[in-house]
T-cell receptor, first 114, second 114 residues
Framework: DSGVTQTPKHLITATGQRVTLRCSPRSGDLSVYWYQQSLDQGLQFLIQYYNGEERAKGNILERFSAQQFPDLHSELNLSSLELGDSALYFC?????????????FGPGTRLTVL | GENVEQHPSTLSVQEGDSAVIKCTYSDSASNYFPWYKQELGKRPQLIIDIRSNVGEKKDQRIAVTLNKTAKHFSLHITETQPEDSAVYFCAARIMKTSYDKVIFGPGTSLSVIP
């Protein structure tokens, strides 16, 4: 157990819908990262927040947005869902602002868009 | 561009043999190279990392080597065991003026045959 929690574990929804994925980082970690892992794909970096502020962006679609709250938990919002958005979404946390440290991954949320 | 290449994509070895996974990166400023192991249905977990001020690092049966000139780094697993079967991801830290992120390779699926 990495200490990073994600809810829900599974999510099944229809095209065009909007969902929210939630992540709580390890105690003491200020950075949260979001990744998308599609079937047979690696880990695609989406976005990083540090202490409530957006720090780095990856290949995040405009239909996706995220935020980090004062209690440091983070939410990833996916809207106008398409079949291709079906994937495993991981969040990870680390102690510092930079990526020069280990990232601890949560168990992931499996999103299925029908 | 920012990318990390990884080879091979799949690897089968007999139990007790060695396994080698190779990665190349594009950004000469990269200074941190973690390796993550993802067992089937589980979260990625850091198994070893190397920083650019060293050329090799070992941890029991696992070693990582780094050649900064050639922008190559490799994971070596000796005396493989069935529990080493997993997908392994290499990654490289990409640093620019405006951002700092870790880019993952596409992964290597390692099967250790008993």
């Amino acid at each position: 157990d990495s200490g990073v929690t994600q809810t829900p574990k599974h999510l099944i929804t229809a095209t065009g819908q909007r969902v929210t994925l939630r992540c709580s980082p390890r105690s003491g970690d200020l950075s949260v990262y979001w990744y998308q892992q599609s079937l047979d794909q690696g880990l695609q970096f989406l976005i990083q927040y540090y202490n409530g502020e957006e720090r780095a962006k990856g290949n995040i679609l405009e239909r996706f947005s995220a935020q980090q709250f004062p209690d440091l938990h983070s939410e990833l919002n996916l809207s106008s869902l398409e079949l291709g958005d079906s994937a495993l979404y991981f969040c990870a946390s680390s102690v510092g602002r930079t990526t020069y440290n280990e990232q601890f991954f949560g168990p992931g949320t499996r999103l299925t868009v029908l | 561009g920012e990318n990390v290449e990884q080879h091979p994509s799949t690897l089968s070895v007999q139990e007790g043999d060695s396994a080698v996974i190779k990665c190349t990166y594009s950004d000469s400023a990269s200074n941190y190279f973690p390796w993550y192991k993802q067992e089937l249905g589980k979260r990625p977990q850091l198994i070893i990392d190397i920083r650019s001020n060293v050329g090799e690092k070992k941890d029991q049966r696992i070693a990582v080597t780094l050649n900064k000139t050639a922008k190559h780094f490799s994971l070596h697993i000796t005396e493989t065991q069935p529990e080493d079967s997993a997908v392994y991801f290499c990654a490289a830290r990409i640093m620019k003026t405006s951002y700092d992120k870790v880019i993952f390779g596409p992964g290597t699926s390692l099967s250790v045959i008993p």
